[in-house]
């Protein structure tokens, strides 16, 4: 009789139809672009003509609060080194009353192992299902010294997270190839071969020429403006903004390619 009434709420949960997503970045190493990827998706959303709820949880670093034109929401949910439940609890109450809309949640470095202890402990991932939406964990892996480190992260959060949990792989070459030190692409390491079945897509930011587009990509986000301010923002010379919609382009057709977003 247990496994029936198990199966049983095994069959309404699948019956829910998941209708919008809940964009969650969550990464352990600092400076490895997960800011940016919720700022670039919050933009691509808003081309789209969505309206996502932006929240930005990173007590340390609320970069991604910065940015005025996506009307970012902040809640710290740390409390000291332990996750502050109450706050949680405002966070999934935020999250409900988002109804039709994607969210889209920027967690920071210092919460990634106590959150992910706690959103794996207390079911939440299940509880978003039934709430009729899809958790999906945005993770970056860059190349350079830190490659390792955002790997490891990477296959941490896939082996630990319920099947309930979708993924997306933002692969950044801003510190240079996104590969290991023997020279093997991370879409090629076993960390990926054996978990790709989980990841719905990766997003290959562009490797951009650093004293152009690289540049003025750089300053785009190091002022917290959205493509459409930069672009529309007669300050800046012609070159520059044909510059910045050319990345936009780019970047755009990745996230054109990702179903799950």
């Not at 400076?31 to 998706?41: I, M, P, Q, R, Y």
């Not at 609320?62 to 902040?74: D, I, M």
């Not at 990766?202 to 152009?212: D, F």
Request: net charge negative; aromatic share 8%; with cysteine.
């Amino acid at each position: 009789m247990p496994t029936a009434d198990k199966n049983k709420k095994q069959s309404e949960a699948e019956s829910v139809p998941v209708r919008h997503a809940v964009h969650s970045a969550q990464q352990g190493k600092g400076g490895c672009g997960k800011s940016v990827s919720t700022a670039l998706l919050g933009m691509y959303k808003i081309s789209k003509g969505e309206l996502p709820l932006c929240i930005d949880t990173d007590p340390l670093n609320p970069t991604f609060s910065n940015y005025e034109k996506l009307n970012v929401r902040q809640l710290n949910i740390m409390e000291g080194d332990e996750i502050n439940q109450r706050k949680l609890d405002t966070l999934i109450q935020w999250i409900d009353e988002a109804g039709d809309r994607d969210v889209i949640i920027d967690n920071g470095a210092p919460s990634f192992i106590p959150l992910s202890s706690y959103m794996i402990s207390q079911q939440i991932p299940a509880l978003l299902y039934e709430m009729g939406k899809q958790l999906v964990i945005h993770i970056s892996i860059v190349g350079g010294q830190a490659h390792d480190y955002t790997v490891e992260g990477f296959k941490a959060m896939v082996e630990q997270y319920p099947s309930e949990t979708r993924f997306v792989v933002w692969l950044n070459p801003y510190w240079g190839a996104v590969e290991s030190d023997q020279g093997v692409p991370f879409e090629q390491s076993e960390a990926y071969l054996m978990n790709k079945d989980k990841v719905d897509a990766l997003i290959r930011l562009p490797t951009l020429k650093k004293e152009l587009h690289g540049q003025d990509f750089a300053d785009m986000l190091e002022n917290y403006k959205t493509f459409d301010e930069a672009i529309e923002d007669k300050s800046l010379s012609i070159m520059v903004r044909q510059r910045l919609k050319q990345v936009r382009a780019l970047v755009f057709e990745q996230l054109d390619l990702a179903t799950v977003i």
